[in-house]
């Protein structure tokens, strides 16, 4: 059972997104199935920022949606009307196709001890390996490894709450042509909220969006455009 204190807090709209990567991913699966009966050797899915296994949805009081690309400051929340649903890795774990092996990544210490207990749920069913630690690094080391091996396919899927992921790690995975990297880009809820409400920009935040981004050129395009 989850401690519903480290279940992140998420929006409604996440619901969304969870069934749009459930269906994707089934796709997915299904299509290598058909298609890669005589050369593939198997199939893996990575969740690099997997958080607790479950989520909670946050309810924003009063009536009316949110735009997330243009609200840069959160609705009021209605902290009794919270619920819980599957996170990401019980919803890859539970498509009909599954991935012959799945890798789940987490940061926060508690948050991959509940990791391991979805772990011991699933393992009779699903070959199962909980990583704690940060991103980029655990993927580098996956790189390292079997990641990209002849014959195998993997799923990276990334949906940081923030810029916890540089480009040159995206660079890396790409490079192995055997890897698809599905990323959640929240612009209105991270990325817009990180900018500073003035044109004064500290050296160590520009290179945290240059190694997010891959490059200086998204000042041009975002920072110079709302203060010209």
Known sequence: MNDPDQSPTVGPW????????????????????????TWLKGTTFVDAFAGAGRARVRRHSGAGGVDLLAELEPPPIDAEAEEYIRGSPRVALDIPNPFSRYIFIERDPARAAELERMREEYGGRHRIEVRQGKAGDELDELLKSDLGRSGHRAMIFLDPFGMQISWSTIE?????????????????????????????????????????????????????????
Do not use: C
């Open 14 to 37: 996440a619901r969304e997104k969870l069934a749009a990567l459930g269906a994707y991913l089934d796709f997915y699966t299904t299509a290598l199935k058909n298609q890669g009966r």
């Open 172 to 228: 890396r995975l790409a490079a192995t042509k055997q890897v698809e990297v599905m990323i959640n880009f929240a612009l209105g809820m991270a990325i817009q909220r990180a900018l500073p409400r003035n044109a004064v920009l500290s050296s160590g935040w520009r290179e945290t969006h240059d190694r997010f981004f891959g490059s200086p050129g998204w000042y041009s395009v975002s920072v110079s455009h709302q203060w010209p």
